[in-house]
């Protein structure tokens, strides 16, 4: 049972760093390639998308990683699943605090509507995204560490 809860966090914590590097290093760039009219209606689509999906995977993440920590507590590799979970907590606050107010914004864009400094705004939340992105690559680095 134990197995089957490791192998299953370490899947769904690997696909939603592939998700959060694929925005990062392939989807923003080709929409920052795109006119500017194109690239702000494709991160506000984005941002509407991920949006209504990521917190659930971040918390259901966050959740299996905390049930993995509990239950296997006293096998080997505790201690990098509880430094992956409070990575996890990192990345969570950091969304709440500093991606999802630019996100909630960004995703109500259009080209009629969008501030003056909406660009500025974007590459905030992409500075903010590849720090998040580095945060969810560590966690998922130890847990698959703790597998071995």
Do not use: C
Not at 22 to 33: D, E, G, H, L, Q
Not at 41 to 51: D, K, V, Y
Not at 102 to 119: F, H, L, M, S
């Amino acid at each position: 049972m134990l197995s089957t809860l490791e192998v299953t966090t370490t899947v769904a914590v690997g696909l939603m760093v592939g998700v959060e590097f694929s925005v990062a290093f392939v989807m923003n760039p080709i929409f920052n390639a795109l006119p500017d009219d194109s690239n702000q209606q494709a991160h506000s689509h984005g941002g509407r998308m991920l949006g209504a999906v990521m917190p659930f995977w971040y918390i259901g993440s966050l959740v299996l990683v905390a049930v993995w920590a509990i239950a296997g507590w006293r096998q080997g590799g505790a201690g990098l699943v509880v430094t992956a979970g409070a990575l996890l907590i990192v990345s969570v606050i950091m969304s709440i605090l500093l991606l999802v107010p630019i996100n909630n914004r960004g995703k109500t864009w259009t080209p009629e509507n969008r501030p003056a400094d909406w660009k500025e705004q974007m590459n905030r939340w992409e500075r903010y995204h590849y720090a998040r992105v580095g945060v969810i690559i560590a966690a998922f680095t130890l847990l698959v560490t703790a597998l071995v």
